[in-house]
């Protein structure tokens, strides 16, 4: 599985933005999605994951309630649709996926997207 996160942008505190995490290869539908983030100077951080069927999810408590996160396995894609934007919502996000259990750490996840920069302005 191949990932590419795109979405990401310059929003003021208080907006709103749609990551996506598109897939190439049939075994999208097998795979567990999490996006991950990356702030300036920290290390990189659990957002929020989805089950290969989409019925489970999970957030990180900084993020509940304002994220969302999605998948259409029949268009190969993930989503993340955050809202009510803060500044420590800045950061580079990823999207990784791998099979079998779910997990929090990015240790483990197999296949990674390149990143996408998401800035939140105060």
């Known amino acids: 599985v191949q990932l590419q996160a795109c979405g990401g942008g310059l929003v003021q505190a208080g907006g709103c933005l749609r990551l996506?995490?598109?897939?190439?290869?049939?075994?999208?539908?097998?795979?567990?999605v999490t996006w991950f983030r990356q702030p300036p100077g920290k290390e990189r951080e659990f957002v929020a994951f989805?089950?290969?069927?989409?019925?489970?999810?999970d957030y990180a408590d900084s993020v509940k309630g304002r994220f969302t996160i999605s998948r259409d396995n029949t268009e190969n894609t993930a989503y993340l649709q955050m809202n009510n934007l803060k500044a420590d919502d800045t950061a580079i996000y990823y999207c990784?996926?791998?099979?079998?259990?779910?997990?929090?750490?990015?240790?483990?996840?197999?296949?990674w997207g390149q990143g996408t920069l998401v800035t939140v302005s105060s």
């Open positions: 990784a996926a791998k099979q079998g259990y779910i997990a929090r750490s990015p240790i483990g996840y197999n296949y």
């Open positions: 996506s995490c598109a897939a190439s290869g049939r075994t999208f539908s097998s795979v567990i």
């Open positions: 989805i089950s290969a069927g989409g019925y489970n999810t």
